[in-house]
């Protein structure tokens, strides 16, 4: 079976937002603040069986999340030494017979600011969130990217450089999505923290995404 390695995402410390929305919404083993966690994601999605199984077996980490859908498959695992998650790492990519630079580099798909949203539009959203709630009046950060995956890198970065709230993220799936809400000034340095983590991700180029 031929297997591509979508994402390879380390995240030195995992921020108290991002963890306590992996906490919420995961039925694997569950982070804390400071955690050193590496996220994978491939093509077709079974294989991500077998990469847990190496990494289980090889290392001391253990596994939030894991995601198998036909096309995609996504794992996170994590840990308090970060020398165990970077061994996992390489027990993982010597399993898929690559390296990291065959990683596919992240695709900026879309993003927008929208300033002072309106009480009605806020309401929409958290009806359909499971993180913390955007407010009346406040800045809303909208991220997508291809692969999904990279859309962990851009919260945990966009949390550790600004004073924002962590509305939702969906990390798997074709699209990764981030909702982020905040003064209009955290927002945008949240905004230019996320986009500069993507940018510095090296890798091969995605196939380009065709908006029609």
Avoid at 118 to 132: C, L, V
Avoid at 139 to 167: C, G, H, Q, R, V
Wanted: aromatic share 6%.
């Amino acid at each position: 079976m031929s297997i591509t390695l979508r994402s390879f995402v380390f995240l030195d410390s995992l921020q108290p937002q991002l963890t306590s929305y992996i906490g919420k919404t995961s039925r694997g083993f569950l982070p804390v603040p400071e955690m050193a966690s590496l996220w994978v994601e491939i093509a077709p999605g079974i294989a991500i069986n077998r990469i847990t199984d190496n990494a289980l077996k090889a290392t001391t980490v253990v596994p939030a999340v894991q995601v198998v859908e036909r096309a995609y498959g996504l794992l996170e695992v994590h840990d308090w030494d970060k020398g165990e998650v970077m061994s996992a790492g390489e027990v993982i990519l010597e399993g898929l017979e690559c390296s990291q630079d065959q990683r596919m580099k992240p695709q900026v798909v879309s993003n927008q600011v929208i300033r002072s949203v309106e009480a009605y539009q806020t309401q929409i959203i958290n009806r359909n969130s499971r993180g913390m709630m955007v407010l009346p009046g406040q800045s809303l950060f909208i991220l997508e990217t291809m692969p999904a995956a990279y859309i962990t890198l851009a919260a945990n970065e966009a949390e550790k450089a600004a004073d924002i709230s962590l509305i939702d993220i969906r990390p798997y799936g074709a699209f990764g999505r981030l909702y982020l809400s905040g003064t209009e000034a955290e927002i945008d340095a949240a905004r230019e923290a996320a986009l500069a983590a993507l940018e510095g991700v090296t890798g091969i180029e995605p196939p380009k995404f065709r908006d029609k």
